[in-house]
């Protein structure tokens, strides 16, 4: 059992749980009164009006106030209240993660005594629920960046709140390069009273990346119409926020902080490191659950592996229990879950029962899941990591920033005193960064760029971004992009790829993949290879059952690789979908669903989630005009496609068996879990580069060497 110390003490008073007795009207004023009465004792209602004047005062505010203090929920109320709704205009509140931006609008909704979609909604991708009544509006950063493409001055919100600002996400900031833009664009119109326009662009016929990269900043709106817009405020918020940075970026832009927050949350460190921190969180939840009050435990975990094999470890400990006395609900959230079964934390657990959530750091900021009094740290967590020399983005396990820390304690304590556990010594905490590197400092900006691009951004060197992405990165991105066909010789967005390209929710090599699919005739296949490239992993081999697990997957897997493997999984799906639906109702269907799953040892999570992203994508196809045809079984057009697709990550077999990379000219070796893994044919695609001990690649699929000159001459040819 990790031993525990204590840091600090405050003073508690025990929660209280409703009986769950009373009748519904009763439950309902009663629920209301307690919310009136929460939001009356939530320290940000004493400086309603300060915070008001503030905002009326400043065109840009800088918030930062303790996580719990209300900011979320509370200050769009405020200033709806205070009339910055008039004429119809739109607050503008943006969550880095949907899951917070989903929920916060509920919370908000229901304070306000509204029906979600009315005078509070969400929006998020795929998943709108605002109208034309809709007037405090809560969306994910990304969104709000696709809705510029569209409305280039956002001029129906009248104040846009950046919440969560210290995640530096990449969306995030270039959203408030946006935003800066946006606001200066805005203002010049009114004081000009001369208009601006947006995305125009000096078409400069010739302009090579060279001149690209060398450009001098430049504002994107530009001035040439005669429409006014009506200012545009802006608040940044956080608990954990660098003010500093983001006050200088804004030219000495106003700060203000918020004290105090509405519970207690005692910090306990562990006295040793913890060798195993898996274990550790196993110890310390069942600790918890029989030692301490009632209240359910939120415990952060790295990812969907790690939450699994925790979540099968707590059951099979539950096993164990006397009948009856188990009493424990685990309830798993991460991103690859699909919406509502994500929202499955949020409910209370069974009458008795305790809730474990395990969770991701999508629970991380913003949420407050009802019931959640202890929290268990083990203070790890997977980022993205970029090497622009080898162009090779991973994704790592590192320890938390103190940010993170302060984030994940502030879960705890929300509707009553709350403790979290850090699964390591407190002079370890003393020895973390203090924020997050930037995301953008360490992905490959191929994505923003042509985001950018789309809203008419020439000079990306030039951008304004609060912190720079490194040149060579840049340029990296720039020559994909270029690769791929998406911009032209001087460096615009190609018509129609790479304007296309901007139009699909994707990463540019998969939605490069779905326009070509249209034009070899296999689209029906690739939106299936997209959809199940997106999530973590499709089959789930338990360590106790490998030798079952490799005998199941064979009916599945293909000679060819792992590509059309996934296609037979998914028609497979489709098959036994479509016979079951007709022999049985919904609710069986899910369980067989379920159970033909772990019989063939696929995640039926996973499966669920990919056929989700395949409805969805497939709608964007449609809406696009593409070619909806499937190649049937002969797959030879669709691995021709693969190879014009993904001709970026092509490797040859070297006399030794690994790889190299023709790109890079990294050596890699084929993941053990590709079908792949020990036929080794002599040329290859992949889509993912794994870095532990060696370099692996996953999801794989043979090609014929000739195809890469034949069909992308313009890169192997030239380059190679
Ligand atoms: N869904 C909910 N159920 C119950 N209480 C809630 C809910 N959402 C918010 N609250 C209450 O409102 C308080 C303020 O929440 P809010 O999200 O506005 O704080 P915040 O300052 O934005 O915190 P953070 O920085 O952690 O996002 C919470 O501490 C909690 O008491």
Not at 124 to 139: A, L, N, P, W
Not at 457 to 471: A, T
Request: glycine share 6%; hydrophobic share 35%; with cysteine.
């Amino acid at each position: 059992m990790p031993s525990m110390a204590k840091r600090s003490h405050d003073p508690c008073s025990i929660g209280k749980f409703s009986n769950g007795k009373q009748n519904r009207q009763t439950e309902f004023s009663a629920r209301r009164q307690k919310i009136a009465q929460q939001r009356k004792s939530i320290p940000i209602a004493s400086v309603e009006k300060r915070l008001i004047e503030e905002v009326q005062k400043n065109d840009i505010l800088i918030i930062v106030g303790e996580t719990g203090s209300g900011k979320t929920t509370q200050i769009p109320q405020f200033l709806f209240g205070a009339g910055f709704c008039r004429d119809g205009k739109v607050i503008g509140i943006t969550q880095p993660r949907r899951v917070a931006a989903i929920t916060v609008a509920k919370r908000v909704a229901e304070e306000c005594g509204v029906e979600l979609g009315q005078k509070v909604g969400y929006s998020v991708r795929f998943d709108d629920t605002t109208s034309s009544s809709t007037r405090i509006k809560y969306m994910t950063d990304g969104l709000l960046l696709r809705e510029a493409l569209l409305d280039p001055y956002l001029s129906k919100y009248s104040v846009i709140i950046v919440d969560e600002a210290h995640e530096r996400t990449v969306h995030t900031d270039v959203l408030l390069a946006l935003l800066k833009n946006v606001q200066s664009a805005r203002s010049r119109s009114v004081a000009d009273d001369q208009g601006v326009n947006f995305g125009k662009k000096n078409v400069n016929a010739g302009m090579s990346l060279e001149k690209e990269y060398g450009g001098q900043s430049n504002s994107f709106l530009k001035k040439d119409n005669r429409e006014k817009y009506a200012p545009l405020k802006l608040i940044i918020m956080s608990a954990s926020l660098d003010a500093r940075t983001f006050s200088e970026y804004f030219g000495n832009a106003k700060s203000v902080h918020i004290q105090g927050r509405q519970f207690p949350v005692d910090i306990f460190y562990t006295c040793h490191p913890e060798e195993d921190y898996l274990d550790a969180s196993l110890i310390t939840i069942f600790q918890i659950h029989l030692k301490e009050d009632p209240g359910d435990i939120l415990v952060f975990l790295t990812g969907q592996e790690e939450i699994e094999s925790v979540e099968k470890l707590i059951n099979d400990r539950l096993s164990q229990f006397p009948e009856g006395s188990q009493k424990l609900q685990v309830v798993p959230i991460f991103a690859a879950l699909p919406s509502e079964q994500q929202l499955r934390v949020f409910a209370p657990a069974p009458f008795g029962f305790r809730k474990v959530i395990l969770a991701t750091n999508i629970a991380e900021t913003s949420v407050t899941i009802p019931g959640v009094k202890y929290v268990i740290d083990p203070g790890f967590v997977k980022a993205r990591s970029y090497d622009s020399g080898k162009d090779m983005e991973s994704l790592i396990i590192v320890p938390t920033s103190k940010s993170q820390a302060l984030q994940r304690s502030g879960r705890a304590g929300r509707e009553g005193p709350g403790k979290c556990f850090r699964l390591y010594p407190e002079s370890e905490f003393e020895k973390l960064e203090d924020s997050t590197k930037p995301e953008i400092k360490r992905c490959n900006l191929s994505n923003v760029i042509l985001q950018l691009k789309a809203l008419g951004v020439d000079d990306i060197v030039g951008f304004d971004f609060i912190e720079k992405p490194s040149r060579t990165t840049i340029i990296k991105s720039l020559e994909q992009l270029f690769s791929l066909g998406a911009l032209t010789d001087d460096c615009q967005l190609s018509d129609p790829v790479g304007h296309q390209m901007a139009r699909l929710p994707l990463d540019p090599i998969y939605s490069k993949a779905i326009i070509l699919a249209s034009q070899y005739n296999c689209l029906e296949d690739m939106l299936i290879t997209v959809a199940m490239l997106s999530v973590e992993s499709i089959f789930y081999a338990p360590r106790e059952k490998q030798v079952e697990a490799r005998t199941a997957i064979k009916c599945f897997s293909s000679p060819e690789g792992d590509h059309i493997t996934l296609i037979n999984v998914y028609r497979a799906s489709n098959d036994f979908l479509e016979r079951r639906s007709i022999e049985m109702g919904k609710a069986k269907i899910e369980k067989a669903f379920k159970k033909w799953c772990k019989d063939n040892f696929i995640s039926s999570r996973s499966l669920r989630h990919a056929r989700d992203i395949h409805r969805q994508i497939r709608v964007h196809a449609e809406q696009m005009g593409l070619n909806l045809a499937s190649c049937g079984d002969d797959m030879l057009q669709y691995r021709r496609c693969l190879a014009a697709s993904f001709f970026l990550n092509a490797a040859v077999k070297q006399p030794e068996g690994t790889y190299r990379a023709l790109a890079s000219g990294l050596v890699v070796q084929i993941h053990p879990s590709s079908v792949l893994f020990r036929q080794k044919p002599e040329c290859i695609i992949f889509n993912e580069l794994v870095q532990t001990n060696s370099k692996y690649v996953r999801n794989v699929s043979s090609i014929d060497y000739l195809w890469l000159t034949e069909l992308v001459p313009q890169y192997y040819v030239v380059k190679n």
